[in-house]
């Protein structure tokens, strides 16, 4: 949790303009000291790493990589779409998964 940017955001809406985790913070304050971080466990749960933005694609013809997101205005997914969104990058992970949702609504 210690360099965790959701821990630090926890359930705010809107982004910070220039995040500091508390490790950044620490290393910050103890510039001559050697500070070691190892990840434990998640709040929850296991910790889960990033799925690989090379694992993702925005269609079946594999030509760009990305996540490709389709909102409908129903639980059945009838009609046309309300939305689309296409997200790149290097990885996906949660986070992300929140901030599409968002951008959405």
Not at 54 to 61: E, H, M, P, Q, R
Not at 65 to 83: I, P
Not at 92 to 104: E, N, P, R, T, Y
């Amino acid at each position: 949790m210690a360099d965790s940017l959701d821990a630090l955001e926890g359930n705010y809406n809107g982004t910070p303009s220039n995040p500091v985790t508390v490790l950044a913070g620490i290393r910050k304050r103890f510039v001559k000291s050697k500070v070691v971080y190892v990840q434990g466990s998640g709040l929850i749960g296991p910790v889960t790493n990033p799925v690989p933005g090379s694992a993702l694609y925005t269609d079946d013809t594999k030509k760009q990589h990305g996540l490709k997101t389709e909102y409908f205005s129903n639980v059945t997914l009838d009609g046309s779409l309300e939305q689309m969104l296409l997200a790149g990058g290097s990885a996906f992970s949660a986070g992300m998964a929140v901030a599409l949702a968002k951008a959405g609504e």
